[in-house]
């Protein structure tokens, strides 16, 4: 259950409206998320992806900036369609599902049978997993993409596009579900997220009077085929298609009719019939005969296959194992056909044998076919040969060209010589939409297409990457491949919820084509309200959006002028976007797409500045997957452990475009680092003696002791380091300088004061005021509740100051002592460890003035450059000792760039300072020298700037 202090919090936060954002004299941070497909239950990696922009939202909120953080529910398209239909014949794995894994109650199950109630039902839930998470979302904006609203802006947005000549109707290949005869996208999907369709092409082989038909990405390699593969334990058919009769797997024709729709079965044949005889190459004309093969797979392509083995991993080994499988050599009286093999090299690749599907088997220790890394070794050869590889004699017209520039020409060769045909294959499966039918590739006709593929607007969307910030900045290479690699995409459906296309009302807009720009909606959202839908068109659009008066299908504005005006304002101090976030498997649509539509219908000023990308979620290793009930729900989280150390765990675990890990055992590790935060107050009120007071203003105090200077100066790294992370939406960083480090400092502080002054006090109240500061973005509600006890002002702390470093605070010198002090104990620790001694006195020795000068030289010649070093010390006649100058130099040369030099430090000084802290660490009385005056064992020639030398006693 969500504790009462959560709900208190909660409540307070509400009553306050603290989170509602509204246009002002502040500087403007607009943050959105991918808004979420509300057909199950909020889990922990959801959790991760909202809490990411709701700790941005709450930093830059205590930064002073004006923050709006929105959301909404996405819930157009066909899945939540396919699942009412699941829950209306009462299938067992859906039921389970939704029962065991989203845990909804019988009663409410039985309404599942309407999708509208589904997302009704689980955007609520979101709602309220949400609001215990403590995001500080405005609500006031919250929307669902059926709202008769939205569907209206939608329209808009659609008509947007055609006017500019970006719509198209054509054919094209889409995912397609056959069972509800619907094209499909990726949140359609069970299984097959984000898998491609490539192309392929198909190869007649001729044989006797029919065509044994092969697919293939490199037809170039055809020159090379040695023989075929047929796998003789799946069927095949004999089929009819442009007056031909093609030879393909009886699964491949179940694919292949929803592109080549014509195509029809004549009769089944038998694999074996085929093992042992021979088809004809019509390239070379050379006979090829066809070997068994359990390998070939009959529901991809056409499940038929030829073999290269000079360039393809898998056919090379694949040959080996038919050489070695008597059995099937004597059945099928195989063996004068495979002694007669005769493997054909087509590619020259400089570095690389004759045939280097040999070298990548090697390179990657290839055995098997099955052995795993044997795609590894495939798409690198694939690729190599395309990017490096030449055409060599063996390959008639083409010789002496680069694999890249001849595949094209190739496949336009074998089609005009109709040796060829093109078939569209899933690049891998299964695809199985969420209705539970596995998916096919189908050629639409009739349909609608966005066309991304227009080079004038491509170069628009590079334009706009150009100004946009991208985190993490390596991304930015994906985006460039996937902006140029975008094809036209089908923007319609005929199924599921959503706007229909508002020229062609039988097409639904498809959900990633009517997702794009929401941003914007947002700004204006909470004025629909009181505005009727109906009222809604696109001359109002375009007013408020584009700042033009009229539209193109002739609507005239029918909201009032003065409301108009404000709604404008409001979209106009928000936009453009400062940041958008989702998931990495994104980037090559939906993100994409982003750039793409405000390119298009946006002028260059409300474009977006700021794209961030997430990683996927593990449950303790395995990927999370709700369809597989390997998940943990947000809201069990929540009652378990509490918002706060959900969220913690969550934000320190990995960065956010990292994959995150949840283990049991590392949360548990977070709750009690949370305790003892919850707890150290307390802590603190008891070793002052006096009761903790908190102000609003919270400035360091003036301190003269070494230790307290420290302790201050750490601060403010932590604060700089923390804050650099956050505004590189860095979450583990930031928390491993906040908290992690942050509690080891004041571990060691709490350790290293002997006594309790009027500094340590000061200083004390000032580590708790800028702690809780610094981790108010991650835990709000204990950091709310520590700031409301220690404090009599009425303010909440999410709207406090965040703490600003001060650099003149951050004293190189004063750390570099403390850090001698520490080394100091530990080393002290582990010599006596080592010598298993008793010393009731350690001796310290600190280094010479001369020693700081060779290193203050080699901090002048900047590099580790020995000569260099000792060459000057040497004229500088530090040392009378030449020899040990020497050898000191090059120590110095070796060692320099490891020990963060600062300057002289007066070790003496700083070693007195905390003799007494030494002591009571060691249990032992400390001498420190400047001279060796009683040195029995002469280890103050050991000393080092930083390293005082020790001696026992």
């Not at 020693?851 to 070093?869: C, F, L, T």
């Amino acid at each position: 259950m969500v504790t009462e202090l959560e709900k208190k919090w909660q409540k307070k936060w509400q009553e306050a409206k603290l989170f509602e954002s509204n246009p002002d004299n502040r500087e403007k941070m607009y943050v959105t998320v991918a808004f979420p497909y509300p057909s199950g239950a909020m889990h922990v990696g959801h959790g991760r992806t909202y809490t990411v922009p709701d700790v941005y939202a709450r930093f830059k909120r205590m930064q002073g900036f004006n923050v709006l953080f929105p959301m909404a529910w996405h819930v157009t398209g066909a899945p939540v369609v396919g699942i009412a239909k699941r829950i209306e014949r009462h299938d067992k794995w859906t039921m389970d599902i939704y029962k065991n894994v989203h845990q909804v109650p019988e009663d409410e199950l039985e309404k599942f049978v309407d999708p509208e109630y589904i997302v009704k039902y689980f955007s609520s839930e979101y709602h309220n997993d949400m609001v215990d998470m403590g995001y500080t979302i405005d609500w006031r904006r919250e929307f669902r993409t059926i709202d008769p609203h939205y569907k209206q802006f939608v329209r808009w947005q659609i008509r947007q596009l055609k006017d500019k000549n970006l719509i198209r109707k054509g054919s094209h290949p889409v995912k397609y579900c056959p069972d509800d005869a619907n094209p499909v996208g990726d949140h359609d999907l069970l299984e097959g997220e984000g898998v491609g369709i490539n192309e392929l092409t198909l190869i007649k082989f001729p044989y006797e009077d029919s065509y044994l038909v092969a697919a293939t990405f490199r037809p170039e390699t055809l020159y090379g085929a040695t023989n075929f593969w047929l796998n003789p334990d799946e069927e095949y058919v004999k089929v009819e298609y442009e007056g031909e009769k093609w030879i393909i797997s009886k699964l491949a024709y179940g694919n292949i009719i929803h592109q080549k729709e014509s195509m029809k079965i004549i009769e089944e044949v038998d694999a074996k019939d085929f093992i042992g005889k021979t088809v004809q190459n019509p390239i070379t004309n050379d006979p090829l005969p066809i070997f068994p093969a359990s390998f070939v797979d009959a529901d991809y392509a056409t499940g038929v296959v030829f073999s290269v083995p000079a360039h393809a991993p898998a056919d090379y080994i694949a040959l080996e194992d038919i050489k070695k499988n008597t059995q099937a050599i004597e059945k099928y009286n195989l063996q004068e056909q495979i002694d007669n093999i005769k493997i054909t090299s087509l590619v020259n690749l400089k570095g690389y044998s004759k045939f280097p599907a040999k070298d990548f088997l090697d390179a990657y220790n290839v055995t098997s076919q099955d052995d795993e890394n044997l795609k590894e070794a495939t798409n690198e050869i694939y690729k190599k040969e395309h990017a490096k590889g030449i055409m060599n004699e063996n390959t008639g017209e083409f010789e002496g060209r680069r694999v890249a520039d001849v595949r094209d020409e190739v496949i336009e060769k074998l089609l005009n010589e109709n040796i060829a045909d093109k078939l569209y294959e899933f690049a891998e499966k299964p695809v199985i939409c969420r209705c539970g039918a596995k998916c096919v590739v189908k050629e639409l006709h009739d349909q609608w297409f966005v066309k991304y593929s227009d080079k004038e607007w491509t170069q628009k969307a590079y334009d706009c990457l150009e100004q946009l910030d991208v985190v993490p900045n390596e991304i930015r290479s994906n985006f460039e491949y996937y902006l140029d690699w975008l094809e036209d995409w089908a923007c319609s459906r005929r199924l599921g919820l959503g706007t229909h296309m508002p020229w062609d009302e039988k097409w639904l807009i498809e959900p990633l084509t009517d997702s794009t720009i929401y941003m914007a909606y947002y700004t204006i959202a909470k004025y629909m309200k009181d505005i009727n839908a109906e009222d809604l068109n696109d001359a109002f659009f375009n007013k408020i959006f584009l700042d033009k008066d009229g539209a193109n299908d002739g609507s005239v504005n029918k909201i009032p002028e003065d409301i108009t005006e404000k709604i404008q304002k409001e979209f106009q101090y928000w936009y453009p976007l400062n940041w958008r976030l989702s998931a990495k498997d994104l980037v090559g649509n939906h993100l994409s797409f982003h750039m793409f539509h405000h390119a298009a219908i946006f002028p260059q000023k409300y474009w977006p500045k700021g794209i961030t990308v997430f990683g996927m979620g593990l449950l303790e290793g395995q990927k999370m997957s709700s369809s597989k009930g390997n998940v943990i729900l947000l809201s069990e989280a929540i009652d378990k452990y509490g918002a706060d150390t959900v969220r913690l765990f969550l934000m320190s675990s990995a960065e956010p475009w990292q994959d995150f890990d949840w283990r049991e055992k590392e949360v548990n590790g977070i709750q009690r680092r949370l305790e003892a935060i919850i707890e150290f107050p307390q802590k603190v009120e008891s070793l002052i003696g006096e009761p903790l007071k908190l102000s609003i203003e919270n400035n360091a105090p003036i301190v003269e002791k070494p230790i307290n200077k420290w302790i201050i100066s750490q601060i403010n790294r932590k604060i700089s380091t923390a804050t650099d992370a956050l505004e590189k939406f860095q979450t583990r960083k930031a928390l491993q300088s906040s908290l992690f480090l942050f509690r080891k400092d004041v571990d060691y502080y709490l350790n290293r004061i002997t006594i309790i002054g009027e500094e340590e006090k000061e200083t004390l109240i000032y580590l708790v005021n800028t702690w809780i500061r610094l981790l108010s973005p991650f835990i709000p509600y204990a950091t709310e509740e520590i700031w409301d006890t220690y404090n009599d002002d009425d303010v909440f702390i999410s709207t406090l100051d965040w703490p600003v470093a001060c650099e003149d605070l951050i004293d190189e010198k004063i750390e570099k002592s403390e850090e001698i002090v520490q080394d100091l104990a530990k080393d002290i620790k582990e010599i006596i460890k080592i010598t298993k001694s008793n010393p009731e006195v350690v001796h310290l020795y600190t280094a010479p003035s001369w020693k700081y000068e060779v290193y203050n030289i080699a901090q002048e010649v900047g590099k580790p450059n020995i000569g260099e070093i000792i060459h000057k010390a040497m004229d500088a006649n530090l040392c009378d000792n030449k020899k040990e100058l020497s050898k000191f130099a090059t120590k110095a040369g070796k060692n320099f760039n490891k020990i963060n030099y600062v300057g002289v430090v007066d070790e003496v000084s700083v070693i007195t300072d905390a003799r007494e802290y030494l002591e009571s660490e060691i249990g032992a009385k400390i001498e420190v020298y400047d001279k060796p005056t009683y040195d029995p064992q002469n280890k103050a020639q050991n000393a080092s700037p930083y390293k005082p030398a020790i001696y026992l006693e």
